[in-house]
C-alpha cells in the first residue's frame, strides 16, 4: 500500500512536467458494474455479487490533438444480498485514449493500468461474546487493467456527453497459498456500461 501511494504522489507531482498542452480535460463517469468470467463474484442473480454503481474521475493532464494522457480513478460497490456482505472497490489508474472524430461524434477508444484496493465488509455473530453485529472485514490488493471505448457526442466545445462500455480485469494478491484454484480466486473479471460527461477547460 505504501509503495502504491508513493507512485501515486510522484505521478501527481510530475504532471506539471508534461502539461504542455493549453487545454486540459475533466470527465466524470456512473457505470453498472457487472461480474463476468469463472471466478468466485460471478455466481448467479440468486446468491452472487450484484453491481451496485461505479463512479469515476478522470483528468487528461497531457492532451495533443487526438491523444490523451491522464489519470483515473474509479469507486465500485457491489453487495452479496446472502449474506450481507458489502464490496467496495477503489482503484487510481493511469490512462492512455484516443479520439477518432466524424462530424459531431467520436469514437474514443482508452486504456487505463493500475492497482485496485479491494473492502469486503460484513456483519458476523459471534457467539463467544453473544453478540450479533460483529464486522467482518477483509482487504486485498490487486493490479488492474481496463480497456474500453467511448462514443462522446459534442454537444458544446467545453461541455460533452458519452456513452461508454469498458471491461476491467484485477489479478488479486495471493493470500491463500498455492493449494486453491489461484485463477477462479485471483483472476476477476467486469464489465462497466455506462455513460458521462467531458467538461474540456483552457489552461491561462
Do not use: H
Request: aromatic letters at 16%; charged letters at 20%.
Amino acid at each position: 500500500m505504501k509503495k502504491l501511494l508513493l507512485i501515486w504522489a510522484l505521478l501527481f507531482l510530475s504532471m506539471p512536467c508534461f502539461a504542455q498542452s493549453r487545454y486540459g480535460k475533466f470527465s466524470i463517469s456512473m457505470s453498472n458494474p457487472i461480474p463476468t468470467g469463472n471466478n468466485f463474484i460471478n455466481k448467479n442473480l440468486a446468491d452472487g455479487y450484484l453491481g451496485v454503481i461505479d463512479f469515476g474521475a478522470s483528468y487528461n493532464f497531457y492532451q495533443r490533438r487526438s491523444l490523451g494522457i491522464g489519470i483515473q480513478f474509479n469507486s465500485t460497490f457491489l453487495s452479496f444480498s446472502e449474506i450481507n456482505e458489502q464490496l467496495t472497490i477503489f482503484s487510481p489508474k493511469l490512462r492512455l485514449e484516443y479520439a477518432i472524430k466524424k462530424n459531431k461524434v467520436s469514437l474514443v477508444p482508452n486504456i487505463a493500468v493500475g492497482y485496485s484496493s479491494w473492502r469486503f465488509r460484513a456483519p458476523r455473530p459471534d457467539f463467544s461474546m453473544d453478540r450479533i453485529n460483529v464486522l467482518y472485514r477483509y482487504n486485498q490488493m490487486g493490479a488492474t487493467v481496463r480497456g474500453g471505448a467511448k462514443l462522446v457526442f459534442d454537444t458544446s466545445e467545453t461541455l460533452k456527453w458519452y456513452a461508454e462500455f469498458s471491461y476491467e480485469k484485477t489479478r488479486l494478491e495471493n493470500k491463500f497459498g498455492g493449494g486453491l484454484n489461484q485463477s477462479y480466486i485471483r483472476n476477476i473479471e467486469m464489465m462497466y456500461p455506462g455513460f458521462g460527461f467531458i467538461w474540456k477547460f483552457k489552461r491561462k
